[in-house]
């Protein structure tokens, strides 16, 4: 185990900078946007651009990593996206903040890709959870973390940016001194995406209003925060407190959808999400520690939305096709994502800040009642359960995808 965690050491050290770097910056743009006079849909507009990016990476960074191996394509993401970071303070528009967060989210999903199919690569199957588990911890720690760098400047100045562009660079260094070699390839299965629906709708389905909640929250949370009352520190400590919390709870939920069907902890998981989304809309009225407490238990209860969709559809798929099943979740889970916090952002500017967790409310409800028709549809599935895996905030596992693209950067269509 020790060895294993060792040879991974400065890759875990990369992604950690990498999420440190990006919860920040992620927070720094919400809160510059509104003081740079952007409205609330623009700023939705603007924040959706990354998970856009992200899903275009998901799609086509495989073409870089596959023609220039992983530790070049890390090296060439990295430096674009802290030329990215900077730019945002050399022509301030919506539009070219778009375009770059666009950029951004690209040339993260290809970091996000690199690093983890070479985690995965190293973990042998025995140990497999435990170096899953540690990565998961270091992708919430790191974005949790991040929050706290806005207290070492002024978000209407430019400093901040050029502390998040420092630590993008930084997270090259621990990757590039790396002694441990890059793995191969894997082997692509094909798989249609609706072929994927037909396996378990509820995965699907969930995973899809997972990515429509989740990046919701890291995009338009600072806005609601701000625009509440809260200052810039108790911005970050609200924005930390949703991300960390979702650590917390995923090992008992987890454990709990190992032992009973996954779909009625996915129904209970859904609605104790509804619940925590309307405390805190109640707490907006209380103490800043009312609500900064009622961020981390919303927190622990959504981020485990798509670790729990996830696990059910792996239930049912051919353990053959595992591969492409996760890629497609990513797909899936990338375009809730680019969506939700357009939508989010159309409902605060109608509803004001609460409108962004009555979305949230408006989204687990109808994932509550599909996942409510299927099971009175469907019984409960007596194939062996695949292993609870927790996943990151981010909702990516890219090393599935990375081999399920393969043909792609042949010049095949990968049939999603």
Same mark, same amino acid.
């Given at each position: 185990?020790?060895?294993?965690?060792?040879?991974?050491?400065?890759?875990?050290?990369?992604?950690?900078?990498?999420?440190?770097?990006?919860?920040?910056?992620?927070?720094?743009?919400? =809160?510059?946007?509104?003081?740079? @006079?952007?409205? #609330?849909?623009?700023?939705?507009?603007?924040?959706?651009?990354?998970?856009?990016?992200?899903?275009?990476?998901?799609?086509?960074?495989?073409?870089?990593?596959?023609?220039?191996?992983?530790?070049?394509?890390?090296?060439?993401?990295?430096?674009?996206?802290?030329?990215?970071?900077?730019?945002?303070?050399?022509?301030?528009?919506?539009?070219?903040?778009?375009?770059?967060?666009?950029?951004?989210?690209?040339?993260?999903?290809?970091?996000?890709?690199?690093?983890?199919?070479?985690?995965?690569?190293?973990?042998?199957?025995?140990?497999?959870?435990?170096?899953?588990?540690?990565?998961?911890? #270091?992708?919430?720690?790191?974005?949790?973390?991040?929050?706290?760098?806005? =207290?070492?400047?002024?978000?209407?100045? %430019?400093? =901040?940016?050029?502390?998040?562009?420092?630590?993008?660079?930084?997270?090259?260094?621990?990757?590039?001194?790396?002694?441990?070699?890059?793995?191969?390839?894997?082997?692509?299965?094909?798989?249609?995406?609706?072929?994927?629906?037909?396996?378990?709708?509820?995965?699907?389905?969930?995973?899809?209003?997972?990515?429509?909640?989740?990046?919701?929250?890291?995009?338009?949370?600072?806005?609601?925060?701000?625009?509440?009352?809260?200052?810039?520190?108790?911005?970050?400590?609200?924005?930390?407190?949703?991300?960390?919390?979702?650590?917390?709870?995923?090992?008992?939920?987890?454990?709990?959808?190992?032992?009973?069907?996954?779909?009625?902890?996915?129904?209970?998981?859904?609605?104790?999400?509804?619940?925590?989304?309307?405390?805190?809309?109640?707490?907006?009225?209380?103490?800043?520690?009312?609500?900064?407490?009622?961020?981390?238990? %919303?927190?622990?209860?959504?981020?485990?939305?798509?670790?729990?969709?996830?696990?059910?559809?792996?239930?049912?798929?051919?353990?053959?096709?595992?591969?492409?099943?996760?890629?497609?979740?990513? !797909?899936?889970?990338?375009?809730?994502?680019?969506?939700?916090?357009?939508?989010?952002?159309?409902?605060?500017?109608? %509803?004001?800040?609460?409108?962004?967790?009555?979305?949230?409310?408006? #989204?687990?409800?109808?994932?509550?009642?599909?996942?409510?028709?299927?099971? !009175?549809?469907?019984?409960?599935? #007596?194939?062996?359960?695949?292993?609870?895996?927790?996943?990151?905030?981010?909702?990516?596992?890219?090393?599935?995808?990375?081999?399920?693209?393969?043909?792609?950067?042949? @010049?095949?269509?990968?049939?999603?």
């Amino acid at each position: 185990m020790w060895n294993a965690i060792t040879s991974i050491s400065s890759l875990l050290l990369s992604y950690g900078l990498l999420l440190l770097g990006n919860g920040m910056f992620n927070t720094l743009l919400g =809160l510059r946007s509104r003081l740079e @006079g952007f409205s #609330t849909e623009i700023t939705g507009f603007i924040m959706a651009g990354f998970f856009v990016g992200m899903l275009l990476g998901a799609l086509y960074a495989v073409r870089v990593v596959a023609a220039v191996g992983h530790i070049r394509a890390f090296a060439a993401f990295a430096s674009i996206m802290s030329v990215a970071v900077l730019a945002h303070v050399l022509h301030i528009d919506p539009v070219t903040w778009f375009v770059l967060r666009v950029i951004a989210g690209f040339c993260m999903a290809g970091m996000i890709m690199v690093v983890e199919s070479w985690v995965n690569e190293r973990a042998s199957n025995e140990m497999r959870g435990q170096v899953l588990s540690l990565y998961m911890i #270091t992708n919430y720690l790191g974005a949790g973390l991040g929050q706290f760098l806005m =207290l070492v400047g002024d978000p209407a100045k %430019y400093q =901040l940016f050029i502390i998040a562009s420092m630590v993008y660079s930084f997270a090259l260094v621990p990757i590039l001194l790396t002694r441990a070699s890059a793995p191969p390839p894997g082997s692509p299965v094909r798989m249609k995406f609706r072929d994927l629906f037909a396996i378990s709708p509820v995965g699907v389905f969930g995973t899809v209003c997972a990515g429509m909640a989740n990046a919701s929250l890291t995009g338009m949370g600072a806005v609601f925060a701000k625009e509440v009352g809260l200052s810039v520190a108790e911005v970050s400590g609200f924005m930390a407190a949703a991300i960390m919390g979702g650590m917390v709870l995923q090992f008992p939920i987890g454990r709990l959808s190992d032992k009973f069907d996954r779909r009625t902890i996915l129904f209970c998981a859904s609605l104790a999400t509804i619940l925590a989304a309307l405390t805190v809309i109640w707490a907006t009225d209380q103490s800043v520690t009312v609500l900064i407490v009622s961020a981390a238990v %919303y927190g622990g209860f959504s981020f485990t939305i798509y670790a729990l969709s996830a696990s059910q559809l792996n239930d049912l798929a051919d353990r053959k096709r595992l591969v492409h099943v996760a890629a497609g979740l990513l !797909i899936a889970y990338g375009i809730g994502a680019s969506i939700g916090p357009i939508i989010a952002a159309q409902l605060m500017s109608i %509803y004001g800040p609460s409108g962004l967790f009555g979305f949230v409310v408006g #989204t687990n409800g109808l994932l509550v009642l599909f996942v409510l028709s299927r099971v !009175i549809l469907r019984r409960r599935s #007596t194939k062996t359960k695949a292993p609870f895996l927790p996943l990151g905030s981010l909702g990516m596992s890219s090393k599935q995808l990375y081999s399920a693209a393969l043909k792609r950067a042949k @010049g095949e269509a990968p049939g999603l």
